[in-house]
């Protein structure tokens, strides 16, 4: 079936610093890319959609400015967290839509800013 | 009110047990539905998917959809040990490609 990787799985990072998070779909195009984020003990969160080539869109709340998303070709989609801040700290899934329909989880990325 | 409602739990069961999840939700103009199963520290992995309403079966886990009650459930047969983790319902509606989550259920089924 199909399979989206996420890197890394678990991230710890200082405050004001940046961090990248990556999904690549191994077998199949991925056209939208969606990230949420969750809270422990909380459902998933959509933070923003992108579509290939295209800017994202945000969720409402979300700053756009801190939370850079790229999706530059069909197989990948990069979430930047911008000068991190411990309130950031939360876990990053993404979920990826393709041609052919339905949507496939990464394995998540624990983001711990300290 | 939350689009989406689900008891958060926890609900615990003794193995061998069938474990009944729903949720309630109030768009009526979702379609699609989404059972995903997520383990502690991981990403969500789906369970089942439905279109519209109806019953869909596969292998012990059974899903439900009765879109006049705006209710979804999914039932899980002969329950294991290994079935404990927290339960999502997700529902979207074609146009617009996103998901609207429910909170999860955790599940424990105990030995």
């Known amino acids: 079936g199909a399979v989206v990787s996420q890197h890394p799985s678990r991230v710890i990072c200082k405050s004001g610093t940046s961090v990248k998070i990556e999904c690549r779909s191994l077998d199949f195009q991925a056209t939208t890319m969606f990230w949420y984020r969750q809270f422990p003990k909380q459902s998933l969160m959509l933070m923003a959609t992108s579509n290939e080539g295209s800017k994202a869109t945000y969720e409402q709340g979300v700053e756009k400015d801190k939370f850079l998303i790229n999706h530059a070709s069909l197989t990948l989609s990069t979430l930047t967290v911008t000068s991190a801040h411990p309130e950031d700290s939360s876990f990053y899934i993404c979920s990826a839509r393709g041609t052919a329909g339905g949507y496939t989880f990464g394995s998540g990325t624990r983001l711990t800013v300290v | 009110q939350k689009e989406v409602e689900q008891d958060p739990g926890p609900l615990s069961v003794p193995e061998g047990a069938i474990v009944s999840l729903n949720c309630t939700y109030s768009n009526s103009a979702f379609q699609y539905f989404m059972w995903y199963r997520q383990y502690s520290r991981k990403g969500p992995e789906l369970l089942m998917y439905t279109y519209s309403s109806g019953n869909k079966e596969d292998g012990r886990f059974t899903a439900q959809v009765d879109k006049s009650s705006k209710y979804i459930s999914l039932f899980i047969r002969d329950s294991q040990p290994s079935d404990s983790a927290t339960y999502l319902c997700?529902?979207?509606?074609?146009?617009?490609?996103?998901?609207?989550f429910g909170a999860g259920t955790q599940v424990v089924v105990t030995p």
């Open positions: 997700a529902m979207g509606s074609d146009s617009w490609g996103k998901f609207q």
